[in-house]
């Protein structure tokens, strides 16, 4: 993973911490996204990512409890800040 930013960098450290993850990658894509409505053009403020996260801890899940998880998890990120996560979140045995 290339160097990460200072948002991007506390949510893989939270993400490790709490699912174990045999694969996590992070893409900050806020720059494709700086000139949206009420955006003002600002790039690099860490407000839109790519995840793909293969863990353990997903096995049994449905793809929406999957994802309710991770919004929980990152919560006071959204509340900070974060605006959009596009995630793809598989269990070891789907990949």
Do not use: C, W
């Not at 049994?60 to 309710?68: K, L, P, W």
């Amino acid at each position: 993973m290339t160097e990460l930013k200072e948002r991007a960098a506390r949510m893989s450290r939270q993400l490790q911490d709490a699912l174990a993850p045999a694969e996590l990658t992070i893409r900050d894509d806020s720059k494709r996204h700086a000139y949206h409505a009420g955006r003002n053009g600002v790039e690099g403020d860490e407000t839109h990512f790519t995840m793909t996260i293969v863990s353990p801890r997903f096995a049994g899940m449905n793809r929406v409890a999957r994802h309710r998880l991770i919004n929980e998890m990152l919560k006071p990120e959204f509340e900070s800040g974060l605006h959009a996560l596009s995630l793809k979140l598989h269990a070891p045995e789907e990949v």
